[in-house]
């Protein structure tokens, strides 16, 4: 199940990229027409999104058992995303998971608790040289047939979408400070129902839920979720 979930969000990714690159409306002289340029970037940048947490489950191992598909897909979902090297982007996270919230051994974590800095900190462990060096050799080669205000609506924009849902949902709001007793892994999870959670960042917000149980793919978090849930309740307590 796992790699046809992998595989259509690879496949809607690029079918979608392919119809608004071509098709869309970029402008119009309706509300209407505007409205549909800004649901295709939403849409776009979902589904960018949907390639990082693809990337991210593959480093886990959940897309396939054998590792070479994992790695096969995570390296070509990360590449579509931004050019990433999801050999990189597997080191880090390993980091992470080992050190979560840790002031110095956590790539993805930014003692300053500031969002901006934060960001900033997030962006520079994860780009790379080679990276701006694919993408813009792919822009220019893409200029060739694509209006360039195209590749910017339709693809640029929403790859950075995609970037600052990941960061806010999957680094900030669950790792950022006050850390206490309560929160494992110095990780907290959103309180939304399952279809918010979905929609917000692919149950990536349910985080202690991944911190707690790391192999499980993203589309069964809810589940832990559900299974944390009840076993606190019974015990009296609450969700971090």
């Given amino acids: 199940m796992g ?27 309706s509300a209407l027409e505007w409205l549909l340029v800004g649901v ?22 959940t897309v396939s058992p054998r590792k070479s598909i994992n790695d096969a ?5 990360a590449f579509l995303f931004a050019g990433l090297s999801y050999r990189r982007l ?4 390993h980091l992470h998971h080992a050190h979560p919230a840790d002031d110095h051994d956590d790539p993805d974590y930014h003692a300053s608790n500031s969002y901006v800095p934060w960001f900033a900190a997030f962006m520079r462990h994860y780009a790379s040289w080679s990276q701006f060096i694919i993408m813009g050799v792919a822009f220019n080669v893409l200029k060739i047939w694509i209006p ?25 709001l669950p790792h950022r400070k006050p850390h206490t007793h309560d929160m494992p892994h110095n990780a907290r999870s959103m ?5 918010l959670a979905m929609l917000s960042c692919y149950f990536f917000g349910y985080h202690t839920e991944h911190h707690l149980s790391p192999g499980t793919p993203w589309w069964r ?20």
């Fill in 3 to 29: 790699l046809i979930i992998a595989l259509v969000i690879i496949a809607l990714w690029c079918g979608h990229l392919w119809w608004t690159l071509l098709h869309a409306p970029l402008a119009g002289a």
């Fill in 148 to 172: 360039e205000p195209r590749l910017w609506v339709y693809w640029i924009i929403p790859a950075f979408l995609g970037a600052f849902q990941l960061f806010t949902i999957g680094t900030y």
């Fill in 221 to 240: 978090l809810w589940r832990v979720k559900e299974q944390r849930q009840g076993a606190l309740h019974a015990r009296g307590g609450e969700l971090s």
């Fill in 191 to 195: 309180r939304l129902n399952h279809a």
């Fill in 73 to 77: 897909v995570g390296t070509l979902s």
């Fill in 90 to 93: 597997s080191i880090n996270h």
């Fill in 40 to 61: 295709h970037v939403l849409v776009q940048g979902y589904l960018s999104t949907g390639l990082f947490i693809t990337a991210h489950d593959a480093i886990h191992g």
